[in-house]
């Protein structure tokens, strides 16, 4: 059963003409029973077992798809891994029907053989037509139906139909019976047009959707006999269907042209049923229609060099009135959507006209407006340009700053409608946001005549552009000043409640995640300069746990990076602190945010990144030693040991010295300023400057000591410890009100315990703690909540 020649997917149709997968097996034709079965690939069982019938008309299509129905409502079909298998067992059953197997339907509803439809295509006799009466009606109808399964007898009805006129001879017989009120003839009528569309014939198509003959073909598609009353699709195609001109079209071919494809789409898409399975292919001319007459009107369009001028004027007049402008911008809208049926040349032909008419300029205004209904519009026509050519997006914009105003920039624009959507579930925020990163993703600037764009376009982005993308972020995670002591200072996380404000900066955190992995000198500066990975772990507090995951997700992709200016930015900064709390604070649940703490850890350890490994064992793990139910943290205190057991013997040095650590971190930043003028609009001014931040909280070092108030019971990290005051002078915190000696207090009954900030200013004073910790009661293994 290893043959992928037999390897096929099973299919039925359901009650909603949709097909569903029943599971994919290998199918086999037994000689014996004559009939094809199916056994599942996965457990052996089997999924279809269906004797092969004589009069059963089975269908090949597309060379791996074999088609057939076994009851009036209970279609089947089976499709081929390999065209070679489907050529096998159609063979088969065309053996079992005694068939021909260059056919691609084993039986004609009018039982006639292949060699009676070729003496009647050689005869020079067209097939007779019954008289256009209302008592043939039913015999046209038969007929019509009849011959949909020949491809021979089709070809013969339709020239018929176009020899004789007979189209418009049934059009004025269907007045008639309207006029009359002749319910089983304008049944019979409802079956001819159906069948003659089926045809699928270009020519017939042409008299059908005439301007004289299509409402009468629609008119017949009202009268479906399965309907206790006849539709109204005239009703709604004369007078409610309104058609708009935003600007007076005078050729009137190409306005015969506008009206007839939307009728002719209207009718594929409202009117016709869904096909059956053997209908699915009859209609492909009619699409075929549509596509070319779409295409036809694009280019008529696009010739009209006056036309297009004029709606662009309109648009980007301020005295053209909203109602006005809102057509203008949907007619747009609906040009590009027309646009995607052109062959690739011939659309990029028509974006470069788009180009320089100004349809960029003209966006900026419109996305500007309050009109829900034209921003929606004005996307996605931004989205089709995007979507064509970002480098023609990129060059637009990177010509715009010598302009006095940044709020004017279209990629400023852009970002603040994004900020500013107000469609609760943040729709045209996402589509915005997905546009944004196709503009800043570096894989579309790879070409050697790109490599200027890139540098210059990522330069104007955190220039220009970054400090309104991260305005939200900085806002809801903003710091205040608390006179607790003199000389101290407190964070205060405001984390933004509002679900729609929590989604919104997680889209922000996308797109700076985004940039992490893809950005790496721009956004490191930006990072830094602005302390921003702070700000950003402030939102672990937040109650909407998708929006802390962002943020954790912000921290591993830095961590990934494996960029010690970035691991000793994260050091210096305790950045670590937040993330530890989160996990003491979820406690002993199992969740996503567990994990992925664990995770981020876990990383780390297997890594080997040597310095946060040290700093996250001198600083946390009293607290997180407790945790047994992984092997993580202990992980990580054994390479911790392994590594001060190799300096010890003089093979690494584990720390580098301070002194040189900070002295290449002000380097790497003095020439980061050198290099490139990073806009400081949105930031707090009390750190507008890395190193000066760094300096002043040095500065302040020994007054928080002496000021910071004793922990609580609780033994939670306050994440507004001075970066400074850490690892790096090596001093102890204050003891716990709750511990009068070195040894920690027993929890409660149920309690885990958690433990203070601790430093390990030598290895012998290392050695006494954790002896007495191994007393301290240890955290148990977690259970689910």
């Known amino acids: 059963m290893s043959d992928t020649r037999r390897r096929v997917k099973l299919y039925t149709l359901n009650e909603d003409r949709q097909w569903e997968d029943r599971g994919t097996g290998h199918v086999c034709c037994s000689d014996e029973e004559t009939s094809l079965t199916?056994?599942?690939?996965?457990?052996?069982?089997?999924?279809?077992?269906?004797?092969?019938?004589?009069?059963?008309?089975?269908?090949?299509?597309?060379?791996?798809?074999?088609?057939?129905?076994?009851?009036?409502?209970?279609?089947?079909?089976?499709?081929?891994?390999?065209?070679?298998?489907?050529?096998?067992?159609?063979?088969?059953?065309?053996?079992?029907?005694?068939?021909?197997?260059?056919?691609?339907i084993t039986q004609d509803p009018m039982d006639e053989s292949e060699e009676e439809r070729l003496e009647d295509l050689e005869s020079a006799h067209v097939l007779d037509l019954p008289a256009c009466e209302p008592e043939h009606l039913e015999e046209i109808a038969e007929l019509v139906t009849s011959v949909l399964s020949s491809p021979v007898r089709r070809e013969k009805l339709a020239l018929a139909l176009l020899n004789s006129g007979f189209i418009r001879k049934l059009l004025l017989l269907f007045r008639s019976c309207e006029d009359s009120h002749h319910r089983q003839a304008l049944h019979h009528l409802y079956e001819i047009v159906r069948g003659v569309l089926f045809l699928n014939k270009a020519s017939l198509f042409e008299v059908l959707f005439s301007e004289e003959c299509i409402m009468d073909v629609v008119g017949c598609l009202e009268y479906e006999p399965a309907l206790a009353q006849p539709r109204r699709h005239r009703e709604f195609l004369t007078h409610t269907a309104r058609f708009r001109e935003v600007i007076p079209i005078t050729d009137s071919e190409l306005l015969q042209k506008i009206h007839q494809t939307y009728r002719v789409q209207?009718?594929?898409?409202?009117?016709?049923?869904?096909?059956?399975?053997?209908?699915?292919?009859?209609?492909?001319?009619?699409?075929?229609?549509?596509?070319?007459?779409?295409?036809?009107?694009?280019?008529?369009?696009?010739?009209?060099?006056?036309?297009?001028?004029?709606?662009?004027?309109?648009?980007?007049?301020?005295?053209?009135?909203?109602?006005?402008?809102?057509?203008?911008?949907?007619?747009?809208?609906?040009?590009?959507?027309?646009?995607?049926?052109?062959?690739?040349?011939?659309?990029?032909?028509?974006?470069?006209?788009?180009?320089?008419?100004?349809?960029?300029?003209?966006?900026?205004?419109?996305?500007?407006?309050?009109?829900?209904?034209?921003?929606?519009?004005?996307?996605?026509?931004?989205?089709?340009?995007v979507e064509f050519s970002p480098s023609m997006v990129r060059e637009f914009v990177m010509q715009e700053p010598q302009q006095a105003d940044d709020d004017v920039l279209l990629i400023n624009v852009v970002i603040k409608q994004m900020i500013c959507d107000s469609d609760p579930e943040l729709g045209g925020a996402v589509q915005l946001m997905g546009l944004l990163r196709t503009l800043i993703d570096p894989e579309n600037m790879l070409a050697p005549a790109s490599k200027a764009?890139?540098?210059?376009?990522?330069?104007?982005?955190?220039?220009?552009?970054?400090?309104?993308?991260?305005?939200?972020?900085?806002?809801?995670?903003?710091?205040?000043?608390?006179?607790?002591?003199?000389?101290?200072?407190?964070?205060?996380?405001?984390?933004?409640?509002?679900?729609?404000?929590?989604?919104?900066?997680?889209?922000?955190?996308?797109?700076?995640?985004?940039?992490?992995?893809?950005h790496t000198y721009h956004i490191k500066n930006y990072i830094m300069t602005k302390d921003l990975l702070r700000r950003v772990l402030t939102l672990m507090n937040s109650k909407h746990t998708f929006l802390a995951l962002c943020a954790l997700r912000f921290l591993r992709r830095i961590i990934g990076l494996k960029d010690e200016y970035y691991n000793r930015y994260i050091m210096k900064g305790?950045?670590?602190?937040?993330?530890?709390?989160?996990?003491?604070?979820?406690?002993?649940?199992?969740?996503?945010?567990?994990?992925?703490?664990?995770?981020?850890?876990?990383?780390?350890?297997?890594?080997?990144?040597?310095?946060?490994?040290?700093?996250?064992?001198?600083?946390?793990?009293?607290?997180?030693?407790?945790?047994?139910?992984?092997?993580?943290?202990?992980?990580?205190?054994?390479?911790?040991?392994?590594?001060?057991?190799?300096?010890?013997?003089?093979?690494?040095?584990?720390?580098?010295?301070?002194?040189?650590?900070?002295?290449?971190?002000?380097?790497?930043?003095?020439?980061?300023?050198?290099?490139?003028?990073?806009?400081?609009?949105?930031?707090?001014?009390?750190?507008?400057?890395?190193?000066?931040?760094?300096?002043?909280?040095?500065?302040?070092?020994?007054?928080?000591?002496?000021?910071?108030?004793?922990?609580?019971?609780?033994?939670?990290?306050?994440?507004?410890?001075?970066?400074?005051?850490?690892?790096?002078?090596?001093?102890?915190?204050?003891?716990?009100?709750?511990?009068?000696?070195?040894?920690?207090?027993?929890?409660?009954?149920?309690?885990?315990?958690?433990?203070?900030?601790?430093?390990?200013?030598?290895?012998?004073?290392?050695?006494?703690?954790?002896?007495?910790?191994?007393?301290?009661?240890?955290?148990?293994?977690?259970?689910?909540?």
Not at 42 to 68: F, N, R
């Open 574 to 785: 305790n950045l670590f602190e937040p993330v530890i709390n989160a996990l003491l604070d979820n406690g002993t649940r199992y969740n996503l945010l567990n994990s992925a703490v664990v995770e981020l850890f876990e990383f780390i350890r297997v890594e080997d990144i040597r310095s946060l490994i040290a700093h996250i064992v001198d600083h946390f793990y009293p607290a997180l030693e407790s945790i047994e139910y992984v092997q993580t943290f202990k992980g990580l205190k054994g390479r911790y040991e392994q590594e001060k057991e190799r300096q010890s013997r003089g093979l690494s040095r584990y720390r580098r010295d301070a002194h040189s650590f900070e002295e290449d971190e002000d380097m790497w930043l003095n020439e980061e300023e050198e290099e490139e003028d990073v806009s400081d609009t949105g930031f707090d001014k009390s750190k507008s400057d890395y190193g000066k931040f760094m300096e002043s909280e040095k500065a302040k070092e020994s007054q928080d000591k002496e000021n910071q108030p004793k922990r609580s019971t609780s033994f939670k990290f306050t994440f507004a410890h001075s970066a400074a005051a850490n690892a790096s002078n090596g001093s102890k915190p204050p003891p716990s009100s709750s511990s009068s000696g070195s040894k920690p207090a027993a929890p409660p009954a149920g309690h885990t315990p958690r433990t203070g900030l601790v430093d390990y200013p030598d290895d012998e004073e290392e050695e006494e703690e954790e002896e007495e910790e191994e007393q301290a009661p240890r955290k148990r293994p977690r259970l689910g909540s």
């Open 38 to 104: 199916v056994t599942a690939e996965s457990d052996g069982s089997l999924l279809l077992e269906s004797k092969i019938i004589t009069s059963t008309a089975y269908q090949k299509q597309q060379d791996t798809l074999i088609v057939w129905s076994e009851a009036e409502n209970y279609d089947l079909a089976l499709s081929f891994q390999e065209k070679a298998g489907c050529d096998e067992i159609w063979e088969k059953i065309c053996q079992v029907q005694g068939k021909d197997p260059s056919v691609e």
């Open 266 to 385: 209207y009718i594929q898409d409202i009117i016709l049923p869904t096909p059956s399975v053997f209908e699915e292919n009859f209609l492909s001319t009619l699409s075929s229609f549509i596509f070319f007459n779409k295409v036809e009107i694009v280019s008529m369009l696009q010739e009209d060099e006056k036309f297009l001028t004029e709606v662009f004027a309109q648009l980007t007049d301020e005295a053209t009135e909203d109602d006005k402008r809102r057509e203008l911008v949907n007619f747009f809208k609906e040009f590009c959507a027309f646009s995607q049926t052109l062959q690739p040349q011939n659309r990029d032909a028509f974006f470069k006209t788009l180009a320089n008419l100004g349809i960029l300029p003209a966006l900026e205004i419109v996305l500007g407006m309050d009109d829900v209904q034209v921003k929606a519009a004005a996307t996605d026509i931004f989205s089709y340009l």
């Open 453 to 518: 764009e890139k540098s210059e376009f990522l330069s104007f982005f955190y220039k220009y552009c970054m400090h309104v993308l991260t305005a939200p972020l900085l806002a809801n995670t903003s710091e205040e000043d608390h006179d607790v002591t003199e000389g101290s200072a407190r964070v205060n996380p405001v984390c933004p409640d509002n679900f729609q404000t929590a989604q919104l900066l997680a889209l922000i955190l996308e797109l700076l995640t985004f940039c992490v992995e893809h």
